[in-house]
Each structure stands twice: as structure tokens, then as C-alpha cells.
């Protein structure tokens, strides 16, 4: 018996995600780079296929980037440094191994790095809470980047249990 990697359409159905942009009041939406800044980005060229709208590996990347933004408010103290440093990584892990799931090389392997992305997500919910906490003048914008971080969660959760 010979068995296959997951496919990329089962992790990218546009049922289960909502498209970045187009959400209404009260959710969150991604900030707009100010300032001329410099962004990585891996856009089609002519001859590539234009990439899907509900991409998950994009998704995952801007909430990493609006993290760092993010993280750039919250005031130097050490009790701070400790929870920005947590969550820089929690957060940004969230992308980082569901680009590595996507070329798993098993079933087996591909669950395993998605389990490990749910548990960065839920990580991530916990330090949001904490720098909310910490910082009560910020916990307006931590509790948008707690939506969408409980949004990936549940969406990875899904792709888990499948």
C-alpha cells in the first residue's frame, strides 16, 4: 500500500476561511504598512499561477508581520520583555510550521507539524491575554489579534482532526 502526502486543496478550502479584507465591523483586519517599509513578498510572475485569495501560508505570514507591529507598542519593563519575547515566537512559529506541514513527506509527519501549529495558536491566545493584561491602554489591539489568532486556531484545529 503506498501512501501520499496530503494535498494543498484540502488545507486551502475557501469554505472554512474567511477572505483577509473583507470582514465586517468588529474583526480583525491587518493594518496597512506606513512609512515606505520594505516587505518580503512572494507574489506570481507572468508565467505562475495567481495565488489563491485564502491562501493559509499568507494568512499565517501577516498575522506573524502584525505581531511585530504589535509588539513594537508595548513599552520596555522586564516583565514585558518576557511576554513580547514569548509571543514574537509563539506567533510567528504559527507560519513558520505550517509551511514546513505543507511539504511533509507522510500523513504521519504532515499531523504531526500541524498539531504543533495549534499549540503555537493557543500559545499565542494565552500571551495576547497576558500583554492585555499587562498593558490595559493596548488590550483593544490585542483583542483583534486575539480573534484572528483564535480564527487560525480553530482553522488548524479542523485541519488537524482531518
Known sequence: MKLQAPTPKQQRS?????????KDDGVFRYPQISGG??????SPT?????RHA???????ALFGEAIIRFVKKVPRAPENDRLINQLVGCS?????????ANEAVSKKD???????????????????????ASEPKL???????Y????????ILASIYRK
Not at 54 to 60: A, G
Not at 92 to 100: K, L, P, R
Not at 147 to 154: C, D, G, I, Q, S
Open 147 to 154: 480573534r484572528e489568532a483564535k480564527e487560525l486556531h480553530l
Open 139 to 145: 488590550a483593544n489591539d490585542a483583542r483583534k489579534l
Open 92 to 100: 510567528t512559529s504559527i507560519g513558520a510550521n505550517y509551511c514546513e
Open 14 to 22: 475557501s469554505k472554512s476561511q474567511a477572505p483577509i479584507g473583507m
Open 37 to 42: 517599509a520594505f516587505v518580503l513578498n512572494d
Open 46 to 50: 507572468e508565467n505562475s499561477p495567481e
Open 110 to 132: 504532515f499531523k504531526y507539524t500541524i498539531g504543533r501549529c495549534v499549540k503555537e495558536a493557543k500559545e499565542t491566545k494565552f500571551f495576547l491575554r497576558m500583554i492585555a
Open 54 to 60: 485564502f491562501d493559509l501560508e499568507e494568512r499565517t
